[in-house]
């Protein structure tokens, strides 16, 4: 099947990493496919990102050249094990887990991005596109309607359009939305050489491998990203008031205008913070993690983790319109897994949409695809949230019941992290697309 061929034509809106990889999936398998993003262009942001093994199964399934490229832009660790640490009592490592060879490695989201942007073809993207409706009439194509006055039709409209999405609130309504987590984050990029550079700060050992350093309130998180050139530094706090609370020593009001519960009214889900705050939450940690909080600018973008853990929407599609990624099921980063479950989101698409040969079946396909996604893609909203809580013993914003033992007692900690990591990372995708094949099958069957 080629696209010109393809019975189906697809309207992706969003070209984050889901829209993106989903299109690299309708390329692969012929079908025939328009992305639609609001900006100018692919982001160009340059934080790092790390993307689990069970995401990189899933990008070879999707297409083999879009793991090739993927290899291409990331750094190894130096070794293969995510290491956690005692930040707060010991500089001591609490636990450890086997990552895999070569696995769960991490790049600039930027460079990754830019390399799958080459395997799609231009003519198949529209920048500057921002959907104001989408309306499926039942008969005839869905009609997509955009913020500069333009229209287009498809037979199924996909929203990969991330936290904030547009087509769930037009598909749900305004009430399945994402809330604030009670966790904000700094992010950096720094570099490893120089005098002031991660290795003089941290060492040579721990600025080549993925460390966590765990303590009350917090955790930072530290990668090598740029073939070694640059150490990812992210620092989460957690936080027991409203994200925009004006009481809250920022250095800045610039996410006062956010809704304290949402921050839909105007997405602004960042603003300008100061390393001082960041270094007063952890005073009384060991060394090594406040040399981790050094490498923080001045005045870093401080920055609000949303989910959607409280208002989930209940099914991932309605009639041929169906949401994937962020837009479905927002999840912290907390276990490396948000952008990855995004992938899979993509490859279970791509997998049941090459099965389509008439339009009028592309609601049971996506019934299929909302019906083999659901139950895991929510578990890993809670057992993110879950997981901050023992990384931060319970700290500011904690589950109700939280204990913050937990996360200090290794005979503890240790089971509980690896089998959520392992949950996440030891899931068969070749029984998930034969499972979504099959509810897809049985749905035919049913008409």
Same mark, same amino acid.
């Given at each position: 099947m080629t696209a010109q061929t393809s019975p189906i034509h697809v309207a992706i809106v969003g070209g984050g990493i889901t829209g993106l990889v989903l299109a690299i999936g309708l390329r692969a398998r012929g079908i025939s496919h328009t992305l639609y993003e609001r900006a100018a262009g692919f982001s160009e942001y340059g934080a790092g990102i790390g993307f689990s093994p069970n995401a990189e199964v899933a990008m070879t399934l999707i297409d083999p050249q879009l793991h090739a490229v993927f290899k291409q832009a990331v750094t190894p660790n130096g070794l293969d094990y995510f290491q956690w640490i005692d930040g707060f009592t010991t500089d001591d490592q609490i636990f450890q887990l086997y990552l895999g060879r070569d696995g769960f490695q991490g790049g600039r989201r930027s460079e990754i991005l830019g390399a799958w942007a080459a395997l799609v073809e231009p003519a198949n993207v529209q920048f500057g596109k921002e959907v104001v409706a989408v309306i499926d009439p039942k008969n005839g194509p869905v009609n997509l309607s955009f913020a500069d006055g333009t229209t287009a039709t498809a037979d199924v409209v996909i929203g990969a359009d991330g936290v904030w999405s547009r087509v769930r609130t037009l598909l749900f309504g305004p009430e399945f939305r994402a809330s604030y987590t009670h966790q904000y984050c700094f992010r950096a990029v720094v570099p490893m050489d120089g005098p002031d550079g991660a290795v003089a700060a941290l060492g040579q050992a721990r600025a080549s491998s993925r460390y966590m350093y765990n303590g009350p309130g917090a955790h930072a998180i530290t990668y090598p990203v740029a073939k070694g050139a640059l150490l990812n530094v992210l620092v989460v706090i957690g936080d027991d008031k409203p994200w925009g609370d004006a009481t809250r020593a920022s250095g800045s009001n610039d996410e006062q205008n956010v809704s304290a519960d949402t921050g839909v009214?105007?997405?602004?889900?960042?603003?300008?913070? &100061?390393? =001082?705050?960041?270094?007063?939450?952890? /005073? #009384?940690?060991?060394?090594? $993690?406040?040399a981790v909080v050094g490498l923080l600018p001045d005045t870093p973008d401080r920055w609000a983790i949303f989910d959607m853990l409280e208002h989930p929407?209940?099914?991932?599609?309605?009639?041929?319109?169906?949401l994937a990624g962020d837009a479905a099921h927002a999840a912290g980063p907390h276990l490396g897994s948000g952008a990855g479950f995004g992938i899979e989101d993509a490859l279970a698409l791509s997998t049941v949409l090459a099965e389509v040969n008439n339009p009028a079946m592309v609601d049971s396909a996506l019934s299929a695809y909302s019906k083999v996604r659901y139950e895991r893609t929510?578990?890993?909203?809670?057992?993110? &949230?879950? =997981?901050?809580?023992?990384?931060?013993? /319970? #700290?500011?914003?904690?589950? $109700?019941?939280?204990?913050?033992n937990h996360g200090q007692d290794p005979a503890v900690f240790g089971p509980e992290i690896t089998w959520r990591f392992h949950t996440i990372w030891k899931y068969d995708l070749e029984r998930m697309q034969a499972e979504v094949r099959a509810l897809y099958e049985a749905a035919l069957g049913a008409r």
């Amino acid at each position: 099947m080629t696209a010109q061929t393809s019975p189906i034509h697809v309207a992706i809106v969003g070209g984050g990493i889901t829209g993106l990889v989903l299109a690299i999936g309708l390329r692969a398998r012929g079908i025939s496919h328009t992305l639609y993003e609001r900006a100018a262009g692919f982001s160009e942001y340059g934080a790092g990102i790390g993307f689990s093994p069970n995401a990189e199964v899933a990008m070879t399934l999707i297409d083999p050249q879009l793991h090739a490229v993927f290899k291409q832009a990331v750094t190894p660790n130096g070794l293969d094990y995510f290491q956690w640490i005692d930040g707060f009592t010991t500089d001591d490592q609490i636990f450890q887990l086997y990552l895999g060879r070569d696995g769960f490695q991490g790049g600039r989201r930027s460079e990754i991005l830019g390399a799958w942007a080459a395997l799609v073809e231009p003519a198949n993207v529209q920048f500057g596109k921002e959907v104001v409706a989408v309306i499926d009439p039942k008969n005839g194509p869905v009609n997509l309607s955009f913020a500069d006055g333009t229209t287009a039709t498809a037979d199924v409209v996909i929203g990969a359009d991330g936290v904030w999405s547009r087509v769930r609130t037009l598909l749900f309504g305004p009430e399945f939305r994402a809330s604030y987590t009670h966790q904000y984050c700094f992010r950096a990029v720094v570099p490893m050489d120089g005098p002031d550079g991660a290795v003089a700060a941290l060492g040579q050992a721990r600025a080549s491998s993925r460390y966590m350093y765990n303590g009350p309130g917090a955790h930072a998180i530290t990668y090598p990203v740029a073939k070694g050139a640059l150490l990812n530094v992210l620092v989460v706090i957690g936080d027991d008031k409203p994200w925009g609370d004006a009481t809250r020593a920022s250095g800045s009001n610039d996410e006062q205008n956010v809704s304290a519960d949402t921050g839909v009214a105007n997405r602004q889900t960042t603003g300008k913070g &100061r390393r =001082a705050d960041a270094e007063a939450v952890l /005073a #009384g940690w060991q060394s090594t $993690p406040r040399a981790v909080v050094g490498l923080l600018p001045d005045t870093p973008d401080r920055w609000a983790i949303f989910d959607m853990l409280e208002h989930p929407v209940p099914t991932y599609n309605r009639g041929r319109v169906a949401l994937a990624g962020d837009a479905a099921h927002a999840a912290g980063p907390h276990l490396g897994s948000g952008a990855g479950f995004g992938i899979e989101d993509a490859l279970a698409l791509s997998t049941v949409l090459a099965e389509v040969n008439n339009p009028a079946m592309v609601d049971s396909a996506l019934s299929a695809y909302s019906k083999v996604r659901y139950e895991r893609t929510q578990w890993l909203v809670r057992a993110t &949230r879950e =997981a901050v809580d023992l990384f931060q013993w /319970a #700290g500011p914003g904690a589950q $109700p019941g939280a204990d913050p033992n937990h996360g200090q007692d290794p005979a503890v900690f240790g089971p509980e992290i690896t089998w959520r990591f392992h949950t996440i990372w030891k899931y068969d995708l070749e029984r998930m697309q034969a499972e979504v094949r099959a509810l897809y099958e049985a749905a035919l069957g049913a008409r």
